[in-house]
């Protein structure tokens, strides 16, 4: 009965998340918008007829150290050898779509912050985290030259700030 009553809510949410920013229902359901996309259970209908997504979009970060290095950090791929890795690897594809997607800027620093944790179990020191969008236009299946050039575009740059030093009283 509750997962009915879960399913029920879901889908009526997902209507309501489609309509104009106007209608009274959408305006019901925005508080909740923030939860769903940090969860990554958004959704979009770009990829149906009669406008569908012409873009492959992928994610890179480039990490800035202390010494001045600077290193990239680019997403999982797929294994295609473990059914169990395909499936994390779809799940972080999603997860990825999100962060790309450009619907909410809230995932930006979580990334940020988890990708200066790994380099700090590392022993590494980070000065600054820039994620960037690497986007191609995918044209017509009759065009010449059916894929364009990569192109990119920075999102958000993250640098750390100093932790402030807490001094104990006498």
């Not at 992928?58 to 295609?80: H, I, K, M, N």
């Amino acid at each position: 009965m509750l997962v009915d009553i879960f399913i029920v809510t879901l889908l009526l949410w997902f209507w309501c998340y489609d309509l104009p920013s106007d209608s009274p229902a959408k305006r019901m359901v925005r508080p909740l918008e923030r939860p769903f996309c940090w969860l990554g259970l958004w959704h979009g209908w770009s990829m149906f007829a009669p406008d569908p997504l012409r873009v492959n979009r992928r994610l890179r970060a480039e990490l800035q150290y202390t010494d001045g290095t600077v290193d990239e950090w680019r997403p999982v791929e797929p294994q295609r050898s473990n059914w169990f890795l395909d499936w994390l690897w779809f799940r972080y594809f999603k997860y990825q779509s999100s962060v790309l997607g450009g619907r909410d800027s809230q995932l930006y620093q979580p990334l940020c912050l988890f990708l200066i944790k790994q380099a700090s179990e590392e022993g590494l020191t980070v000065k600054s985290v820039k994620l960037v969008r690497e986007y191609q236009m995918v044209q017509p299946p009759h065009a010449d030259k059916p894929l364009r050039d990569w192109q990119q575009s920075p999102v958000y740059e993250f640098k750390p700030q100093e932790k402030p030093k807490v001094t104990r009283q006498p």
